[in-house]
T-cell receptor
Framework: GAVVSQHPSRVICKSGTSVKIECRSL??????MFWYRQFPKQSLMLMAT?????????EQGVEKDKFLINHASLTLSTLTVTSAHPEDSSFYIC??????????FGPGTRLTVL | AQSVSQHNHHVILSEAASLELGCNYS??????LFWYVQYPGQHLQLLLK??????LVKGIKGFEAEFIKSKFSFNLRKPSVQWSDTAEYFC???????????FGKGTHLIIQP
Protein backbone atom coordinates (compact mmCIF):
# COMPACT_ATOMS: atom_id res chain seq x y z
CA GLY A 1 0.00 0.00 0.00
CA ALA A 2 0.90 3.66 -0.19
CA VAL A 3 3.33 5.10 2.32
CA VAL A 4 2.90 8.24 4.37
CA SER A 5 5.67 9.57 6.55
CA GLN A 6 5.70 12.08 9.37
CA HIS A 7 8.55 14.06 10.79
CA PRO A 8 9.49 14.31 13.54
CA SER A 9 8.22 11.19 15.24
CA ARG A 10 8.67 12.73 18.64
CA VAL A 11 9.23 16.30 19.81
CA ILE A 12 9.57 17.94 23.18
CA CYS A 13 9.34 21.70 23.39
CA LYS A 14 8.98 24.47 25.91
CA SER A 15 5.71 26.23 26.49
CA GLY A 16 5.29 29.22 24.18
CA THR A 17 7.34 27.86 21.32
CA SER A 18 6.05 26.73 17.92
CA VAL A 19 6.44 23.26 16.50
CA LYS A 20 6.15 22.19 12.87
CA ILE A 21 5.14 18.68 11.89
CA GLU A 22 5.53 17.42 8.32
CA CYS A 23 3.38 14.88 6.56
CA ARG A 24 4.56 13.43 3.27
CA SER A 25 3.02 10.98 0.82
CA LEU A 26 6.05 9.09 -0.45
CA UNK A 27 4.79 7.23 -3.50
CA UNK A 28 1.61 8.96 -4.54
CA UNK A 29 0.19 12.43 -4.92
CA UNK A 30 -2.45 13.56 -2.48
CA UNK A 31 -4.59 16.58 -3.17
CA UNK A 32 -6.18 16.08 0.22
CA MET A 33 -4.53 15.30 3.53
CA PHE A 34 -6.06 15.17 6.96
CA TRP A 35 -4.78 15.96 10.43
CA TYR A 36 -6.01 14.03 13.45
CA ARG A 37 -5.28 14.24 17.13
CA GLN A 38 -5.31 11.30 19.51
CA PHE A 39 -5.37 11.66 23.28
CA PRO A 40 -4.15 8.78 25.46
CA LYS A 41 -6.51 5.82 25.39
CA GLN A 42 -8.93 7.71 23.18
CA SER A 43 -9.83 7.69 19.55
CA LEU A 44 -8.62 9.89 16.73
CA MET A 45 -10.35 13.22 16.34
CA LEU A 46 -10.31 14.99 13.01
CA MET A 47 -8.75 18.43 13.34
CA ALA A 48 -8.68 19.71 9.78
CA THR A 49 -8.73 18.87 6.12
CA UNK A 50 -5.76 20.10 4.14
CA UNK A 51 -6.24 20.77 0.44
CA UNK A 52 -3.34 21.41 -1.88
CA UNK A 53 -3.24 25.00 -2.99
CA UNK A 54 -6.09 26.24 -0.83
CA UNK A 55 -6.92 27.01 2.76
CA UNK A 56 -7.47 24.20 5.18
CA UNK A 57 -10.92 23.42 6.53
CA UNK A 58 -11.00 23.18 10.30
CA GLU A 59 -13.38 21.17 12.43
CA GLN A 60 -15.52 22.90 14.98
CA GLY A 61 -13.59 23.80 18.08
CA VAL A 62 -10.17 23.69 16.42
CA GLU A 63 -8.43 27.07 16.40
CA LYS A 64 -7.08 27.80 12.95
CA ASP A 65 -4.65 30.41 14.28
CA LYS A 66 -3.33 27.90 16.78
CA PHE A 67 -2.90 25.03 14.36
CA LEU A 68 -1.58 26.40 11.10
CA ILE A 69 -1.79 24.09 8.12
CA ASN A 70 0.01 24.50 4.84
CA HIS A 71 -0.38 22.14 1.90
CA ALA A 72 2.06 23.60 -0.57
CA SER A 73 2.56 20.56 -2.78
CA LEU A 74 0.84 17.33 -3.71
CA THR A 75 3.10 15.36 -1.40
CA LEU A 76 3.56 17.60 1.62
CA SER A 77 1.33 19.08 4.27
CA THR A 78 2.61 20.76 7.41
CA LEU A 79 0.95 21.39 10.75
CA THR A 80 2.43 24.11 12.94
CA VAL A 81 1.35 24.26 16.54
CA THR A 82 1.89 27.89 17.47
CA SER A 83 2.66 29.07 20.99
CA ALA A 84 2.34 25.55 22.28
CA HIS A 85 1.08 24.90 25.79
CA PRO A 86 1.03 21.72 27.88
CA GLU A 87 -2.59 21.05 26.93
CA ASP A 88 -1.44 20.76 23.30
CA SER A 89 0.58 17.70 24.22
CA SER A 90 -0.85 14.86 22.20
CA PHE A 91 -0.31 12.41 19.40
CA TYR A 92 -0.81 14.03 16.00
CA ILE A 93 -1.50 11.79 13.03
CA CYS A 94 -1.87 12.72 9.40
CA UNK A 95 -3.40 10.82 6.52
CA UNK A 96 -3.27 11.27 2.78
CA UNK A 97 -6.05 10.34 0.43
CA UNK A 98 -5.34 8.71 -2.90
CA UNK A 99 -7.42 8.79 -6.07
CA UNK A 100 -9.28 5.69 -4.89
CA UNK A 101 -10.64 7.64 -1.93
CA UNK A 102 -8.65 5.60 0.56
CA UNK A 103 -6.75 7.29 3.37
CA UNK A 104 -3.26 6.15 4.27
CA PHE A 105 -2.00 7.08 7.69
CA GLY A 106 1.35 8.31 8.86
CA PRO A 107 3.03 6.86 11.95
CA GLY A 108 2.15 9.87 14.09
CA THR A 109 4.09 12.53 15.99
CA ARG A 110 4.22 12.56 19.77
CA LEU A 111 4.28 16.18 20.98
CA THR A 112 5.17 16.95 24.59
CA VAL A 113 5.02 20.55 25.73
CA LEU A 114 6.79 21.27 28.98
CA ALA B 1 -22.78 15.25 12.29
CA GLN B 2 -22.02 11.59 12.40
CA SER B 3 -20.81 9.51 15.31
CA VAL B 4 -19.48 5.99 15.69
CA SER B 5 -20.00 3.70 18.62
CA GLN B 6 -17.89 0.63 19.33
CA HIS B 7 -19.47 -1.54 21.96
CA ASN B 8 -16.46 -3.34 23.37
CA HIS B 9 -13.47 -1.41 24.61
CA HIS B 10 -11.50 -4.48 25.68
CA VAL B 11 -11.86 -8.00 24.36
CA ILE B 12 -9.80 -11.00 25.41
CA LEU B 13 -10.01 -14.22 23.43
CA SER B 14 -8.11 -17.44 23.10
CA GLU B 15 -6.51 -18.45 19.84
CA ALA B 16 -8.90 -20.08 17.37
CA ALA B 17 -11.92 -18.41 18.95
CA SER B 18 -14.34 -16.53 16.74
CA LEU B 19 -14.41 -12.76 16.85
CA GLU B 20 -17.12 -10.20 16.36
CA LEU B 21 -16.58 -6.53 17.15
CA GLY B 22 -19.62 -4.31 17.09
CA CYS B 23 -19.81 -0.94 15.38
CA ASN B 24 -22.81 1.33 15.02
CA TYR B 25 -22.91 4.71 13.39
CA SER B 26 -25.37 7.53 13.45
CA UNK B 27 -26.03 9.21 10.15
CA UNK B 28 -29.04 8.83 7.94
CA UNK B 29 -27.43 9.49 4.58
CA UNK B 30 -24.99 7.63 2.42
CA UNK B 31 -21.89 6.61 4.29
CA UNK B 32 -18.57 4.98 3.60
CA LEU B 33 -17.47 2.59 6.34
CA PHE B 34 -14.04 1.41 7.37
CA TRP B 35 -12.26 -0.80 9.83
CA TYR B 36 -8.68 0.06 10.72
CA VAL B 37 -6.19 -1.88 12.81
CA GLN B 38 -3.27 -0.54 14.79
CA TYR B 39 -0.72 -3.12 15.86
CA PRO B 40 1.48 -2.27 18.83
CA GLY B 41 3.97 0.40 17.85
CA GLN B 42 2.68 0.69 14.31
CA HIS B 43 0.47 3.09 12.42
CA LEU B 44 -3.12 2.61 11.36
CA GLN B 45 -3.72 0.15 8.56
CA LEU B 46 -6.91 -0.41 6.60
CA LEU B 47 -8.53 -3.81 7.18
CA LEU B 48 -11.51 -3.34 4.92
CA LYS B 49 -13.95 -0.80 3.61
CA UNK B 50 -17.50 -0.52 2.33
CA UNK B 51 -18.57 2.06 -0.23
CA UNK B 52 -21.43 0.33 -2.04
CA UNK B 53 -22.51 -3.01 -3.47
CA UNK B 54 -22.31 -6.32 -1.62
CA UNK B 55 -22.84 -5.51 2.07
CA LEU B 56 -20.55 -8.35 3.08
CA VAL B 57 -17.02 -7.17 2.52
CA LYS B 58 -13.87 -9.17 2.89
CA GLY B 59 -10.62 -7.61 4.00
CA ILE B 60 -7.09 -8.60 4.69
CA LYS B 61 -5.94 -11.29 7.12
CA GLY B 62 -9.23 -13.17 7.05
CA PHE B 63 -11.38 -10.35 8.37
CA GLU B 64 -14.82 -9.53 7.04
CA ALA B 65 -17.57 -7.09 7.92
CA GLU B 66 -21.24 -6.84 7.16
CA PHE B 67 -23.04 -3.59 6.51
CA ILE B 68 -26.62 -3.71 7.77
CA LYS B 69 -28.24 -0.47 6.79
CA SER B 70 -31.40 -0.99 8.82
CA LYS B 71 -29.34 -1.40 11.96
CA PHE B 72 -26.75 1.26 11.14
CA SER B 73 -24.16 -1.38 11.87
CA PHE B 74 -20.87 -2.52 10.39
CA ASN B 75 -19.62 -5.35 12.61
CA LEU B 76 -16.20 -6.87 12.11
CA ARG B 77 -15.80 -10.65 12.17
CA LYS B 78 -13.11 -13.27 11.95
CA PRO B 79 -13.91 -16.99 12.32
CA SER B 80 -10.65 -17.98 14.00
CA VAL B 81 -8.31 -15.46 15.58
CA GLN B 82 -4.56 -15.75 15.95
CA TRP B 83 -2.18 -14.39 18.54
CA SER B 84 -0.92 -11.93 15.92
CA ASP B 85 -4.36 -10.32 15.80
CA THR B 86 -3.66 -8.63 19.11
CA ALA B 87 -4.13 -4.95 18.30
CA GLU B 88 -6.40 -1.92 18.56
CA TYR B 89 -9.32 -1.93 16.13
CA PHE B 90 -11.10 1.21 15.00
CA CYS B 91 -14.36 1.54 13.13
CA UNK B 92 -14.68 4.74 11.10
CA UNK B 93 -17.15 6.46 8.82
CA UNK B 94 -17.28 9.29 6.31
CA UNK B 95 -20.45 10.75 4.93
CA UNK B 96 -22.58 13.79 4.54
CA UNK B 97 -20.06 15.58 2.37
CA UNK B 98 -17.40 15.38 5.03
CA UNK B 99 -14.21 13.80 3.85
CA UNK B 100 -12.48 13.28 7.13
CA UNK B 101 -13.02 10.11 9.08
CA UNK B 102 -15.09 9.94 12.24
CA PHE B 103 -13.64 7.21 14.42
CA GLY B 104 -15.09 5.07 17.14
CA LYS B 105 -13.21 4.87 20.42
CA GLY B 106 -11.53 1.65 19.45
CA THR B 107 -11.47 -1.90 20.76
CA HIS B 108 -8.36 -3.30 22.35
CA LEU B 109 -8.19 -6.95 21.36
CA ILE B 110 -5.91 -9.35 23.19
CA ILE B 111 -5.47 -12.89 21.92
CA GLN B 112 -4.09 -15.32 24.43
CA PRO B 113 -1.99 -18.18 23.06
Amino acid sequence: GAVVSQHPSRVICKSGTSVKIECRSLDFQATTMFWYRQFPKQSLMLMATSNEGSKATYEQGVEKDKFLINHASLTLSTLTVTSAHPEDSSFYICSARDTGNEQFFGPGTRLTVL
Amino acid sequence: AQSVSQHNHHVILSEAASLELGCNYSYGGTVNLFWYVQYPGQHLQLLLKYFSGDPLVKGIKGFEAEFIKSKFSFNLRKPSVQWSDTAEYFCAVTGGGADGLTFGKGTHLIIQP
